[in-house]
C-alpha cells in the first residue's frame, strides 16, 4: 500500500489475497468517510460488499 499526505491509500494485491477485507480494516482504522472502490466486474463489487456486511455485523455495527 502506498499513501499520500492527501489521505489517499492505494492497495494493490494478488488474486484472494485478502484485499476486500484488509481495506475494511484500513477504513476502519482510520475513520474514513468515504471509500472508493475500483473493481472490473460486478460479481466483484458483489463479492466486496457481502465480506465488509459481514465484517460490519460481526463487529455488531449496522452497515449505512
Known amino acids: 500500500p502506498s499513501r499520500n499526505a492527501g489521505g489517499f491509500l ?11 477485507l484488509t481495506g475494511f480494516w484500513i477504513a476502519q482504522t482510520m475513520h474514513a468517510q468515504s471509500i472508493v472502490v475500483a473493481v472490473p466486474s460486478l460479481a466483484l463489487v458483489k463479492q466486496t460488499l457481502s465480506s465488509w456486511t459481514r465484517e460490519f455485523l460481526a463487529h455488531g455495527e449496522a452497515p449505512e
Open 10 to 20: 492505494l492497495l494493490a494485491r494478488l488474486l484472494s489475497s485478502g484485499k476486500s
